[in-house]
T-cell receptor, first 112, second 113 residues
Framework: GENVEQHPSTLSVQEGDSAVIKCTYSDSASNYFPWYKQELGKGPQLIIDIRSNVGEKKDQRIAVTLNKTAKHFSLHITETQPEDSAVYFCAASISSYGKLTFGQGTILTVHP | SQTIHQWPATLVQPVGSPLSLECTVEGTSNPNLYWYRQAAGRGLQLLFYSVGIGQISSEVPQNLSASRPQDRQFILSSKKLLLSDSGFYLC????????????FGPGTRLLVL
């Protein structure tokens, strides 16, 4: 089955800096890659996603890039703010039923 | 708009007791439904998914079961809880036959003592 590796497991940045989280996946048939943000005690919230026919997608301060040849995708957050502090999860999917395989998560801390 | 509810929000149960967690979705029809478990500081593990009433697929062997008695209702159960069943349980839904985006509920925190 699909395996998703995510790193780093923790990331600490200063407010205003950029943050990058990277994920690799094992199954070349994967074609949908969402990113979720989870705040303490809450359910994950989708922040951005990308499909395999697209190499990059941007939404304000958040962007995702996908390299299908290398089987990795990354989340980029620019001009970080303290409210960006949370756990971020990447995921990959090849199933028409929408089954997702998640990475282990990255704890992002943005220091004021 | 669509909303997803889970209850209870928090539950403390003794080992060996039964369990029933409920998830309901509003504002959509025929959704795919999912149950995940999240151990402290860990990623999300898919437990069950359902593409329709009475249709349940299990991802991992365990002490839990799931049922879907109605289109927008998904229930997670156990006859006898184990200590290892402690965790954060998340329900999610996606559009059947549509984009594979999954939307998560607020979760239930279960502590088995």
């Amino acid at each position: 089955g699909e395996n998703v590796e995510q790193h780093p497991s923790t990331l600490s940045v200063q407010e205003g800096d950029s943050a990058v989280i990277k994920c690799t996946y094992s199954d070349s048939a994967s074609n949908y890659f969402p990113w979720y943000k989870q705040e303490l005690g809450k359910g994950p919230q989708l922040i951005i996603d990308i499909r395999s026919n697209v190499g990059e997608k941007k939404d304000q301060r958040i962007a995702v890039t996908l390299n299908k040849t290398a089987k990795h995708f990354s989340l980029h957050i620019t001009e970080t703010q303290p409210e960006d502090s949370a756990v971020y999860f990447c995921a990959a999917s090849i199933s028409s039923y929408g089954k997702l395989t998640f990475g282990q998560g990255t704890i992002l801390t943005v220091h004021p | 708009s669509q909303t997803i509810h889970q209850w209870p929000a928090t539950l403390v149960q003794p080992v060996g007791s039964p369990l029933s967690l409920e998830c309901t979705v509003e504002g959509t029809s025929n959704p795919n439904l999912y149950w995940y478990r999240q151990a402290a500081g860990r990623g999300l593990q898919l437990l069950f998914y359902s593409v329709g009433i009475g249709q349940i697929s299990s991802e991992v062997p365990q002490n839990l079961s799931a049922s879907r008695p109605q289109d927008r209702q998904f229930i997670l159960s156990s006859k006898k809880l184990l200590l290892s069943d402690s965790g954060f349980y998340l329900c999610a839904w996606s559009v059947r036959g549509g984009p594979r985006t999954q939307y998560f509920g607020p979760g239930t925190r279960l502590l088995v003592l």
